[in-house]
């Protein structure tokens, strides 16, 4: 089932095009429903805290654990972003 909400968080960032996004995702047992986005201005609460991250690399979701450093992640993510704008 965790694939599904990777593959739905997936979807959902692509359509919204924005390199930050905050989202609040719900699974059933059929599907994965967005409750609640944000883009750009939200807090980092659950990027400080939680112990791992999903990384989509080579067509794969990839669990690694979480360096908690802010700055590092804004970067990763905009550059990530701007690649994938090319």
């Not at 997936?10 to 095009?17: G, N, P």
């Not at 944000?38 to 794969?60: C, D, H, K, R, S």
Request: aromatic share 14%.
């Amino acid at each position: 089932m965790r694939i599904k909400v990777l593959k739905r968080k997936k979807e959902i960032a692509q359509s919204l095009d924005n390199p930050y996004l905050s989202l609040d995702i719900a699974q059933s047992e059929t599907d994965c429903h967005l409750i609640e986005f944000q883009g750009t201005n939200f807090g980092p609460y659950t990027l400080l805290n939680a112990p791992y991250q999903y990384v989509f690399e080579n067509n794969n979701w990839v669990k690694e654990k979480n360096n908690k450093d802010l700055e590092a992640n804004y970067a990763y993510a905009l550059n990530y972003y701007i690649k994938t704008k090319r």
